[in-house]
T-cell receptor, first 114, second 111 residues
Framework: EAQVTQNPRYLITVTGKKLTVTCSQN?????MSWYRQDPGLGLRQIYYSMNVEVTDKGDVPEGYKVSRKEKRNFPLILESPSPNQTSLYFC?????????????FGPGTRLTVL | SQQGEEDPQALSIQEGENATMNCSYK?????LQWYRQNSGRGLVHLIL?????REKHSGRLRVTLDTSKKSSSLLITASRAADTASYFC???????????FGDGTTLTVKP
């Protein structure tokens, strides 16, 4: 089944404790992206990757890192999480044609930073 | 503010009525997409309209795109209680991979 998976789905952590949220897709998509969603708001893009070893900042990259060492995986790293990073995080992927393809979303990771 | 902005922010209608949501954007685009999100869950793609298209239909959904006004609308006809959700428009910048979502319209369809 074509899908985007994220792990963990729920995470409660404390300020400053490094964490990684994994994202994996099995559709051989070039494009992958991370978003955060806060209550009452739409998704804001954190980072995106057009292909392996190519990453770029979205609108809200501060406090986050990503890597794209292989096509299927795009982990999101919070080196020193803070309470303002408490949010719902979504990973998405998309096929090579920017013009015509929809984004496929993972189920989301609900992160709470105490 | 975000590039994609929907209005209204919230819409409440009776089952059977039509629901119209609007989206405006600021930069040039390849396509515009509409997504649906049930409370706290992942987004589900509804429909994509390319920049050279003006109107597209999919079942009870009708999307229009006016690139001169940088706006799009999503019409859901004969709404059902199960259509209750938040609806978002999204764009990907023509020259880069930056993707922008609006803040969404929360639709409530009362049985």
């Amino acid at each position: 089944e074509a899908q985007v998976t994220q792990n963990p789905r729920y995470l409660i952590t404390v300020t400053g404790k490094k964490l990684t949220v994994t994202c994996s897709q099995n559709m051989n998509h070039e494009y992958m992206s991370w978003y955060r969603q806060d209550p009452g708001l739409g998704l804001r893009q954190i980072y995106y990757s057009m292909n392996v070893e190519v990453t770029d900042k979205g609108d809200v990259p501060e406090g986050y890192k990503v890597s794209r060492k292989e096509k299927r995986n795009f982990p999101l790293i919070l080196e020193s999480p803070s309470p303002n990073q408490t949010s719902l995080y979504f990973c998405a992927s998309k096929g090579e044609s920017l013009a015509g393809n929809e984004q496929f979303f993972g189920p989301g990771t609900r992160l709470t930073v105490l | 503010s975000q590039q994609g902005e929907e209005d209204p922010q919230a819409l409440s209608i009776q089952e059977g009525e039509n629901a119209t949501m609007n989206c405006s954007y600021k930069t040039s685009i390849n396509n515009l997409q509409w997504y649906r999100q049930n409370s706290g869950r992942g987004l589900v793609h509804l429909i994509l309209i390319r920049s050279n298209e003006r109107e597209k239909h999919s079942g009870r959904l009708r999307v229009t795109l006016d690139t001169s006004k940088k706006s799009s609308s999503l019409l859901i006809t004969a709404s059902r209680a199960a259509d209750t959700a938040s609806y978002f428009c999204a764009t990907i910048n023509t020259n880069a991979g930056k993707s922008t979502f609006g803040d969404g319209t929360t639709l409530t369809v009362k049985p």
